[in-house]
């Protein structure tokens, strides 16, 4: 069955610190991945997305994810964190298989210090 | 601006009353769906309708109802079947199914007490 890891419940960082979210899927075919950010009590407004081509892909924000295959992961990265940052990430892979649904990870909540 | 739109913001009920959820888009999608969110589980598909007077349920639909009968409308029923209602829910729609991305609502919070 298809999933979505998120190891990291809560990350803490320095403001202007790099940054890398952890995304782990399990799924057969190339998968549809997303990664969306959540402010407290919002809707989730889409970062980037991967569907195929090249693997380092670019999003809003400064964010970018790399697909790694061998690896089944889509790490989100940001070389410089901003402290507008802090909110709540999800990693998501959506099913070809037909029914198009989403599998959401857990969520990673990034705290960013002064 | 086109965009989604979920009312009200907040939702107070008493337990044992049936509630529904207002999910507005004017984007043009096809694609729509009802997520349910709870602290530390991520979001969850109660939810989606791919077409106008068809959906399916997601991994949580009991104690839900939804129907379809506008393109741009797609409103969620919490009946009193649902055992613990109370959680923050959101809409999404998508242009069509398949690769396409899914565009959020501000989400509508329910409590049932």
């Known amino acids: 069955a298809q999933s979505v890891t998120q190891p990291d419940i809560h990350i803490t960082v320095s403001e202007g610190a790099s940054l890398e979210l952890r995304c782990n899927y399990s799924?057969?075919?190339?998968?549809?991945l997303f990664w969306y950010v959540q402010s407290p009590g919002q809707g989730l407004q889409l970062l980037l997305k991967?569907?195929?081509?090249?693997?380092l892909v670019q999003g809003i924000k400064g964010f970018e994810a790399e697909f790694k295959r061998s690896q089944s992961s889509f790490n989100l990265r940001k070389p410089s964190v901003h402290w507008s940052d802090a909110a709540e990430y999800f990693c998501a892979v959506g099913d070809a298989s037909g029914t198009y649904k989403y599998i959401f990870g857990t969520g990673t909540r990034l705290k960013v210090l002064a | 601006d086109g965009g989604i739109t979920q009312s009200p913001k907040y939702l107070f009920r008493k337990e044992g009353q049936n509630v529904t959820l207002s999910c507005e888009q004017n984007?043009?999608?096809?694609?729509m769906y009802w997520y349910r969110q709870d602290p530390g589980q991520g979001l969850r598909l109660i939810y989606y309708s791919q077409i106008v007077n068809d959906f399916q349920k997601g991994d949580i639909a009991e104690g839900y109802s939804v129907s379809r009968e506008k393109k741009e409308s797609f409103p969620l029923t919490v009946t009193s079947a649902q055992k613990n209602p109370t959680a923050f829910y959101l809409c999404?729609?998508?242009?069509?199914?398949?690769?396409?991305?899914?565009?959020f609502g501000p989400g509508t919070r329910l409590t049932v007490t």
């Open positions: 799924y057969g075919a190339t998968p549809y």
């Open positions: 991967y569907f195929s081509g090249d693997t």
């Open positions: 984007l043009n999608h096809d694609a």
């Open positions: 999404a729609s998508s242009r069509g199914t398949g690769t396409y991305e899914q565009y």
